[in-house]
Every structure is written in C-alpha cells, then in structure tokens.
C-alpha cells in the first residue's frame, strides 16, 4: 500500500465513529433542532460525542455479531460485523452528507488557526520524538495488535482476556481495537504494514492531544493565548512514565484525550445561563459516561466519574445557584489529598495482575522526578501562579478545572498500583495552569512582538526539557544507532512468520521475543510478555541447563491457556532468549522486565542453536544472527 | 514617554517570564546514564574509572577498560608508572568528570542526544590530569588520551619518560589475536576456532602456550568473547607498538615519547563489528 495512505489510514480510528456518531444523532426524533443546535463552536464542542456514540455503536455491533449472530444464527463474526460495519459507515456517510451542519464555512473557519499551529507544533515535536527511532516506540502495540489480528480473523470477545493469552487481566473491553481493526480492514497486515500504521497513529495521536488542550484552554479562559499556551505546554511536556500520554495511542490515552474533549461542552452549557445553545443534552452525558468507561476501566470510569460529578454539580448550581459554591469544593479536594495519601497504604492492591500491579506503584520520591524529567520545575514555578490568577478572576471554568487538578493530585500522590495512568488525565489540567501561570506574567505586555518572545521562550525552553526527557527515556533503547525495540532481523523474522505460518501455529520463545513477534506477525504466542510465572520457568530450567533435548521437550509441554487446537510448534530461540536466561530470577520471572533491544547472538549461542538443529525431532526452519526458528514435532 | 513606559514596563515582564522559564528548564533530570555512543554492536561510555565498551542491557557480561588505573608511562629505567596509583584511587587522591553536569549538562545532554558529544573521561591527580576524548565514525571510534603536567618538578620528574601506554583491559575467556595474521596470543579449542571463522571470517591460528609478552607485527589486535556478540579490534598507529600484556590482562599501545613537554597525547583507533570486512 501507498506510504502516504497509510499515513492517513489511522485517521479513519477517529473519522468512522464520529461519522457513525453524528449520523444517529442527526437522525429520527428531533433531528432538525439537532442540526440546528451545531451551530457556531457548538459542532466541534460536540464532536466527541459523536466520537463516543460512534465508539458505542461499533461496540454494540460486535457485541450483537459475535454473541446473537455468531451464537444463535452460527454465522461467523467476521462475516457479519465488518460488512455491518461497511453498511453502517456508508448509511452515515450518506446522512452526513445529506445533513450537512448549517454554515459549515463558518464553522470551519474559527478552528483553522488553532490546527494548523498544533500541526506544525506537533510535526516538530514528533519529528524530535522519532529522530533515530524507525519504529514506534510505544511498547504496548503489539499486544493491542494482537487483538486487533484476533478481530480482523473473527475471535472476539467482551473479554479480552477470553481472547488472547497475553491478556491476563480485563483492563478495558476490545472497543479500541475494533476501531482499530475497522482502519485496518481489510489491508493484509503485513509486519511493515503494522509498523507504518503505528508509527503514524503516534503522530494523529499527539494531534488529538493538542487539540484537546486548545479546546479546554480555550473554554475554560475564552482567550486563545490561553489556549495556544495549553496546547504548547502539553504537546511538549511529555509524561514519560506509565501514563505516556503524547505519543502512545493506547486505550486510556484515548480516554484521557476523549474526556478532555468532552469536558468542554460541560464546562461551557452550565457556566453560561440559562438560555446558552451550548446545552449539554441527555444523551450526551449517557455517551460520555458509558464510552469513557468503555475505552478504559481504569483512566476511562474516573474520567465518567468526574463528568457525572460535575454534571449533577451544574445542573443543580443552574436550579440554585446559590446553593453550591467552589470553595468548600476546593477545600474538600484538599482534604481528600490528605485523606488519600494517608489511607492509601492501607489498601493492598499490589497483587492485582498476578503481581504486576507492585511494579506500578511508586514512592513520592519517584513522582517527584518523574515530574521534573517531564516539566523541570515548570510545576513548581507557574501552577501556583496559574492557580492563583484563576482563584483572582474567580473564573468558573477555571475553578472547576482546580477542583479536577486538587481531585486528580489527590489519587496520583496515593501508593496504590496504577495511579500514575491517572497522569493521563491530569496532564491536561496541568498543562492548563502552566499556561494560565504564563499567561499571568505575560498578559499585561502590550506589544504583540514581546509577547510572541516570551511565547518562544516557553516553547524553546519546553523543547530542551523535552530533549534532555526524551534522552532519558531512550538512553535505555540503543541498539546500534538507533533508539528501537526492534531491529531489522526482527522484522525480517516476523516477516518470514506472518508469510509461512498461521493459523494452528503456537510461538515458543521468552516473553519478548514472542510479545514482538505475535504483534508484528500475527503467530499465536504462549502468553507474549505476559507468559505466565509457572511457563516461564518451565522454559528457563530447559534453558538452564543447556541441554537441546529438555528444550525441545519443552517446547512440546507448553501450551497456550485459550487454544489447544495447534498443529505446529515453533521453537524460536533469539539472542534476547539467552540474555532473558542470564538474567536473575526476580527479573527473568517478572513481567517487567524485558529484553528491550534486539541483539545478536554469540558463539557460545550458536554453538547451543546448532546442538539444538542436531535434534531428530527438530526442524531448523529460519536462521539468522539474531534468531533460529525450529519447528519442534 | 508613555511608550517608553509601556515598552520598560513590557521588557521587565518578559525578563520575569523567561528567567522563571529559565529556571524550570534548569530544573530537568538529567538522564541517569552518562553520555554513551554505539560503537557497532558495542556501547562506549564513561564510568567513574574510566571508559569502557560493553553491550547495554545484558546484565553483567564482560566489558573493555580504558583507564587511568592501567595506564602508565615508561621511565628511562623501564619503570612503569600508571597514571592513577591504586594507592591515590583507595585514598581518593583524584576527582573524575566523566557525565554531564548542570546547568551546562543539560546542553551536553541534548548534544549528546544528537550524536554532537561522544564519551569523554578527565581524571584530576595532584600531579597531573589525564582526559581521554573519544570521536566516532560510524563503527571506529578514535580515542586520544592527553596528559597535562601540572607542576614544574613533575615535568622535571619525567624528563626521563620514553613512553606513554593506552591500555584497553580484557577479560578472561577473551581470544586474543593479531588481526592480520590470525596468530592468537593463547592457546584456542578447534572448535572455537572454527566457529570464529564461521561466525566472523576470521581465521584464528592458535598459540601452543600463552606467551608473556608478545608484540603483534601488524600494530593491529582483535578480542573475541565467546559470550559476547561482536568484536573489538584495535589499532595502533605508525609510530607506535602493540603489547599484550598476559599478566594484566591488556592490550598496550606504547607510543615513543619524543622531545620534553609538559603535555603528552597519544590516540587508538577502535573499530568494533559483527563480521570481518576484507579488504582488496
């Protein structure tokens, strides 16, 4: 496929459900009033909920393909989803088209500027975030991929745990992928295919961020140097731990972006009296709550949470508006970072994921330089004048946005496992008061030309941050000259894969080696990075006592926990397997530990992968200076 | 003078906002390895004794040595002399600089990022200061080490001096070996020796016992780790000499000190690869 096409393939991720969205919203009882209700702001205001319902409706057509059609009618469910699918994105191209909004010229044109300045920042910022970097670098992908090939091959399930082993634990239901999957289909997906597509979706991602804080320093101000500084600080500032905000497409960054998206229309229906166009209607808050939840349990039901909040919040400050006011709101928010950091080592939820939740959850200490690898002390120097200009203007919008940042700073100072995901959400309120901070140095400088200087100091000085970030958070992932998880010799194996083997094959190999390669080739794996504890060690003790007879013997002993129907075995043995091997227990057992870096195989390597193709039982089928391929009968 | 008031009041704004602007960026973790380069499939890098090519990510594996510890000048006497006394390194009678450092660390930091800055190690002695500057091109890395006598009667002390070695530290297990004739400097299994030639091209001749001190012929020296990818080989330049030292486990490049100054430099050529590349 044409590079430039796939380059603008994973748009489709966020055009086919907001065109789904818009099409059932504009259609049946009351359309016109909703046609009309788009106007002026008010359409891209409501753009994410037709995002959130397009999302919902993919969902409730795989739901219904796989467990009505698939289960009663037996059809299978690629056979009736994607061409559901093809019929519903046709229908609402069509009503879309037929039921354009009104003075599209109009709406179109306010949002010009603010694209077109986060298109530039955000080719500049990626531009940096890919230098020496090929391939995305956002680890978690081929996992998603995997889901992604299960759906395009018709295994679906509401769980994803049901549907891949590398999945041990339900952190979110497949609606991500199956939008995922509706971009791809039906291109073959091939491994270079995959990593073009994920590469790009990286750089639309860190768009749709960008976007989102102008659109939320914008609501929340009505200035756009509010909203460019916002767009600035949080395109920039890259959270490069856990939450990896900016350029990982991953499902709770996309709830992050999608509630920040949403949060305005919120802010702006109730500020504004009675009368405002911007009313938030009853189906949008059902589909900002059940998407929300939906896209993430974790980062996705918090953000749900916090919209419901403040929704019940403006509808009764709209009755009585005297009845609630911010302050005892903020003061309570106080309260409760103290009552979290005190209570929270308390809760012992460390075993959650079969232990993986422990290597979540991290010290103050450890936020603290988190923070300042990802701001300096931006933090520390314009929050708290960013604070204090929005407690001066005494600004609705800005005060309920303090209340979300108190809240979100409440749960992330705790030590519960997983927290720092919730970065994902609070990076956009920070973000904003940098920006307000700034804003309140700046705003009484008259001279435009001045003000574009300090404008250009913020994002230069916010672009050595990111450097001196992005150094660190590569210095671990140099392979050669490049900064990669993969190398070519991967590739070349993935594609050798993804070209010989499918279907009944099973991938045995450590946990990383077979996490890249079902990703990149669609093989089925034992568990990917999350091999499970008890296979894990199975696999060393073979490895550890360097005998190609136990290996073999191995190979054949494990199996994938969701399907035993396997006609091939492929004992693939990479350099990364004998560097996982050298490793201690408490790292090679572990599932965060992984061989991040392709290497290449030593002597004494291939001395052990030639005893190993000496085996009658064993078939050498690939070879490389990176990794052999066995097929084990 | 409203204008100017305007513009006065405008500028000690903007020069508010970009100190505190300044100060934020002052404020970054600067990255927790020291500035590092690839070198092929090895890694260089500095740590607090000096540089050394290893392969990141292994855990512990073996790893290439070029320090001041093992480094040394010859007398006229033949005595050796090394840079750093372990007497000076036990009792800390040195400081070493060998990562960025803030404010101008984080400069480093980014021109290190975009492969301006290479791995650089300075060692400060009563006596004198030893830096070691690395420069890369591709996979060679040229590193020149530069000896700076601090006082009149430590110049005058090594008036004598005939010669400055650069050393690089090897391991146990290593296969040395001159890089043109193959001659290894120790004895090698068959099979190892065919598996180097299988693995690399290389044809390894092996040495019926470890010779103490031998001289390559070629000025140019290859190390094989059987546990490590790759190799490292190393060579001198014209005027100088290649030693093996079996005792300390090093490779010496010995360069002839000629005339008296109160500066010495000398300079390696490191290349490290995955496979041979003959020459026509």
Do not use: C
Request: no cysteine; net charge neutral.
């Amino acid at each position: 496929m044409n590079p430039t096409i796939i380059w603008l393939l994973p748009l489709l991720v966020y055009i086919y459900p907001t065109l789904v969205g818009r099409a059932l919203a504009v259609t049946g009882y009351q359309f016109r009033q909703r046609i009309a209700a788009e106007r002026g702001s008010n359409f891209w205001l409501t753009v994410p909920f037709y995002f959130g319902l397009g999302t919902l409706t993919v969902l409730a057509l795989a739901l219904v393909s796989r467990y009505l059609i698939q289960d009663y009618l037996g059809l299978p469910f690629s056979q009736t989803f994607f061409p559901l699918v093809g019929l519903a994105g046709i229908i609402s191209l069509l009503i879309n088209i037929f039921r354009l909004a009104p003075n599209l010229g109009k709406i179109v044109k306010p949002v010009l500027a603010p694209v077109l300045i986060t298109l530039i920042l955000a080719q500049v910022t990626y531009g940096l975030w890919v230098y020496k970097s090929p391939y995305s670098l956002n680890w978690d992908w081929y996992q998603h991929q995997t889901l992604v090939r299960l759906i395009d091959k018709g295994q679906f399930s509401f769980f994803t745990s049901q549907m891949s082993d590398t999945f041990g634990f339900d952190s979110y239901p497949p609606s991500t992928h199956l939008l995922l999957a509706i971009a791809q289909y039906p291109e073959r997906l091939t491994p270079n295919f995959v990593l073009e597509f994920w590469q790009a979706l990286g750089f639309w991602h860190l768009i749709t961020v960008g976007l989102a804080a102008w659109l939320l320093g914008w609501v929340v101000s009505h200035d756009k140097k509010v909203a460019l500084a916002s767009t600035i600080v949080s395109i920039l500032a890259f959270d490069s731990m856990v939450s990896l905000t900016n350029f990982f497409f991953l499902p709770q960054t996309l709830a992050a972006v999608v509630f920040i998206a949403m949060l305005p229309k919120l802010l702006l229906a109730r500020t504004s009296d009675v009368q405002a166009k911007t009313k938030l209607a009853g189906w949008e808050t059902v589909t900002a709550v059940l998407s929300l939840s939906l896209i993430h349990y974790l980062v996705g039901i918090v953000a749900a949470v916090i919209f419901l909040g403040l929704d019940l919040y403006q509808r009764l400050t709209l009755r009585r508006p005297q009845a609630v006011s911010q302050w005892p709101l903020v003061s309570l928010a106080i309260a409760a970072i103290m009552a979290a950091f005190l209570a929270s080592p308390l809760i012992k939820l460390e075993q959650l994921n079969q232990g993986e939740a422990a290597n979540y959850t991290f010290s103050l200490g450890e936020k603290q330089e988190y923070l300042e690898r990802s701001y300096g002390y931006l933090v520390y120097l314009f929050v708290p004048l960013g604070i204090a200009y929005a407690i001066i203007k005494k600004n609705k919008g800005q005060l309920i946005s303090l209340f979300i940042l108190f809240g979100l700073t409440a749960l992330l100072i705790t030590n519960l496992p997983y927290v720092l995901k919730l970065f994902a959400l609070t990076k956009f309120f920070v973000g904003l008061f940098i920006a307000l901070g700034f804003i309140s140095l700046i705003e009484k400088i008259n001279f435009r030309f001045i003000r574009a200087v300090a404008y250009a100091g913020l994002t230069f000085g916010l672009t050595i941050i990111f450097i001196v970030n992005i150094a660190s958070w590569k210095a671990g992932l140099l392979s050669r000259d490049s900064y990669t998880h993969l190398g070519d010799e991967d590739i070349k194996a993935a594609d050798f894969l993804y070209q010989t083997y499918q279907g009944r094959t099973l991938l045995i190999s450590d946990p990383t080696t077979q996490f890249l390669l079902e990703g990149l080739s669609g093989v089925n794996s034992v568990g990917g990075a999350y091999m499970k504890p008890e296979k894990r060690q199975l696999l060393l003790t073979a490895l550890d006592t360097q005998s190609p007879q136990a290996l073999v013997k191995a190979a054949r002993d494990l199996t994938d926990g969701l399907n035993a129907d396997i006609d091939t075995r492929l004992l693939s043995i990479s350099a990364r397997t004998f560097i996982w091997a050298d490793q201690p227990d408490s790292d090679r057992l572990s599932f965060k530990f992984n061989v991040w870096t392709q290497a290449d195989l030593t002597i004494d390597n291939l001395k052990f992968l030639s005893e190993i193709a000496q085996e009658p039982s064993v078939k050498s089928v690939y070879s490389s200076n990176y990794i052999h391929l066995f097929e084990v009968r | 003078m409203n204008l100017i008031f305007k513009l006065t009041k405008d500028l000690i704004l903007l020069v508010i906002t970009l100190a505190l602007v300044a100060v934020a960026v002052i404020g970054v973790r600067l990255p927790y390895r020291s500035v590092f380069t690839a070198v092929g499939p090895y890694q260089l890098e500095a740590f607090p004794t000096g540089l050394a090519f290893f392969h990141y990510g292994r855990g512990e594996t073996p790893f290439y040595n070029i320090s001041p510890l093992n480094d040394y000048l010859v007398d006229s006497d033949g005595n050796r002399l090394a840079h750093l006394s372990k007497e000076d390194y036990d009792a800390k009678n040195f400081t070493a600089k060998f990562q960025p450092e803030k404010p101008w660390g984080i400069v480093d930091t980014a021109k290190a990022f975009f492969g301006q800055l290479t791995p650089w190690f300075k060692v400060e002695t009563d006596d004198l200061t030893v830096s070691y500057q690395t420069t890369r091109f591709g996979n060679e890395v040229i590193i020149t080490k530069t000896i700076n006598f601090k006082k009149p009667q430590v110049v005058s002390a090594v008036e004598s001096t005939t010669a400055s070695a650069l050393t690089i530290w090897y391991n146990s297990g290593d296969i040395v070996f001159d890089s043109q004739t193959g001659q290894a400097f120790m004895p090698v299994s068959e099979e190892l020796v065919n598996q180097i030639n299988k693995t690399y091209g290389f044809t390894v001749i092996p040495a019926s016992e470890i010779v103490s001190e031998p001289l390559t012929n070629s000025g140019s020296v290859t190390i094989i780790n059987p546990k490590l990818p790759g190799f490292l080989t190393i060579q001198a330049g014209f005027n100088q000499e290649v030693l093996i030292n079996q005792q300390y486990h090093l490779v010496e490049v010995i360069t002839p000190v000629v005339g008296r100054l109160g500066r010495l430099t000398s300079t390696i050529t490191i290349t490290s690869n995955q496979k041979r590349t003959i020459l026509k």
